[in-house]
């Protein structure tokens, strides 16, 4: 059955709903790249469950997960323990443990696999947590948040008690779960390919009060692809040379040489030698004897490009102030680097967990069509006016609603 867009005008669909049935219903290679950040497991609750039975007046404080009483596995169940109600949820990340949290990505990633072009690429950015109980009413969860000011700090430390995922069940306490990890290897033996494992840097991090190990300042971003041979533009996301000018002058940047040309004399230079070898970067190189200049490719050997260097698989990013009701939004700067390199001119760009629709900012920025997916609509609400939507003309009604 098809799903019915919550927004659907100016190259931007948000869809409402779980993200395995809203992908289920999209038709095959619609998508060109997936730039996601899925919630982290057992770490927040984004509001999108529902108390049934048990007393009105109860804050449901206490409560436990519940045996399944229902064939659809998204659709989480916890118990109160004060009145009895039991809380139905379908929101990733208060899994009852690890691996069933780990299987329900599985389940979206195998709709992703399906919608994706062959040639497509996705990116996926995955937080670790520890194993650990419940949070109590004096523990400070600033640490992970992008949230500012007094009401934000409110709303998140309800949030990460309410969550009330008992870490423990699979590793014993303060141990690091390695759930990225785990769930790229979960991946790879699902067929897809991992072709980078970035380590997100994060500068501006907040400081942890904790006391016996280091604080956390990374998280993981994996590039994965359906097969061998994808569309990668490794020259969109290229760094600047500091001195692109001493390229062709084979100039030396620093060091006893410095502004020499490579220490090589005119004398030299005249006969062909320069500070890369005997050939230059538009001859052909035909060795004159037995690993004469080292040359496998016959080409120049010089690593250096003019439209820059390559990026690297560790991203320096400072995270950016969200001062809206979301509390694990990344900064614009990932997806606008995923999807210039991942993207082609005019793609797709689809986002299963929208969220604040950051993924959606970079791909209009970039000249991309938008796909996001969110459980809940208020959040597609945010993303509408952080994308400067008109909600009272060419959108869905519901969004305005």
């Known amino acids: 059955m098809t799903s019915i867009p919550f927004w659907d005008s100016d190259g931007v669909t948000l869809h409402c709903g779980d993200a395995t049935d809203v992908l289920s219903a999209m038709p095959d290679s619609s998508v060109h790249c997936v730039v996601t950040s899925p919630p982290y497991y057992g770490l927040r609750d984004y509001g999108t469950g529902?108390?049934?039975?048990?007393?009105?007046?109860?804050?449901?404080?206490?409560?436990?997960?519940?045996?399944?009483?229902?064939?659809?596995?998204?659709?989480?169940?916890?118990?109160?323990?004060?009145c009895g109600a039991l809380r139905e949820d379908r929101q990733h990340g208060l899994e009852a443990t690890p691996q069933d949290y780990i299987n329900r990505l599985r389940d979206v990633f195998a709709q992703l696999h399906r919608v994706l072009?062959?040639?497509?690429?996705?990116?996926?950015?995955?937080?670790?947590?520890?194993?650990?109980?419940?949070?109590?009413?004096?523990?400070?969860?600033?640490?992970?948040?992008?949230?500012?000011?007094?009401?934000?700090?409110?709303?998140?430390?309800?949030?990460?008690?309410?969550?009330?995922?008992?870490?423990t069940r699979a590793l014993p306490p303060k141990n690091l779960l390695g759930m990225p990890w785990r769930t790229a290897f979960?991946?790879?033996?699902?067929?897809?390919?991992?072709?980078?494992?970035?380590?997100?840097?994060?500068?501006?991090?907040?400081?942890?009060?904790?006391?016996?190990?280091?604080?956390?300042?990374?998280?993981?971003?994996?590039?994965?692809?359906?097969?061998?041979?994808?569309?990668?533009?490794?020259?969109?996301?290229?760094?600047?040379?500091?001195?692109?000018?001493?390229?062709?002058?084979?100039?030396?940047?620093g060091g006893n040489n410095k502004g020499r040309h490579a220490g090589i004399d005119a004398t030299a230079r005249r006969r062909g030698h320069t500070a890369t070898g005997r050939y230059g970067?538009?001859?052909?190189?035909?060795?004159?004897?037995?690993?004469?200049?080292?040359?496998?490719?016959?080409?120049?050997h010089d690593a250096r490009h003019p439209s820059g260097k390559n990026p690297g698989d560790v991203w320096s990013m400072s995270t950016r102030p969200l001062r809206e009701a979301h509390?694990?939004?990344?900064?614009?700067?990932?997806?606008?680097?995923?999807?210039?390199?991942?993207?082609?001119?005019?793609g797709v760009v689809l986002d299963p967990f929208s969220g604040a629709a950051t993924t959606g900012m970079a791909a209009r920025r970039l000249g991309r069509e938008y796909v996001g997916i969110d459980l809940n609509p208020e959040y597609h609400r945010i993303g509408i006016r952080r994308l400067r939507l008109d909600s009272g003309s060419n959108g869905d009604a519901r969004a305005a609603a």
């Open 50 to 82: 529902r108390w049934v039975g048990g007393a009105r007046d109860c804050e449901h404080s206490k409560v436990r997960h519940a045996a399944a009483e229902t064939d659809d596995p998204a659709l989480q169940h916890r118990r109160c323990e004060r």
């Open 327 to 346: 509390f694990a939004a990344f900064p614009i700067d990932i997806p606008l680097r995923c999807i210039a390199a991942g993207c082609p001119p005019q």
């Open 281 to 300: 970067a538009n001859r052909t190189a035909m060795p004159r004897w037995r690993g004469d200049s080292l040359a496998p490719t016959g080409r120049q």
């Open 117 to 167: 072009v062959p040639d497509g690429t996705v990116w996926l950015n995955l937080g670790d947590s520890y194993s650990a109980q419940p949070p109590g009413r004096t523990r400070d969860p600033m640490a992970n948040s992008t949230l500012h000011g007094a009401a934000a700090a409110t709303t998140l430390r309800d949030s990460v008690r309410a969550a009330a995922v008992d870490r």
């Open 186 to 253: 979960a991946l790879q033996a699902d067929g897809w390919i991992l072709r980078n494992a970035i380590i997100w840097h994060k500068p501006n991090a907040m400081p942890e009060s904790v006391q016996d190990r280091l604080s956390n300042r990374y998280e993981t971003i994996f590039l994965l692809t359906r097969q061998r041979k994808y569309y990668f533009d490794l020259d969109a996301i290229r760094e600047p040379l500091a001195r692109p000018e001493a390229i062709g002058q084979h100039i030396v940047i």
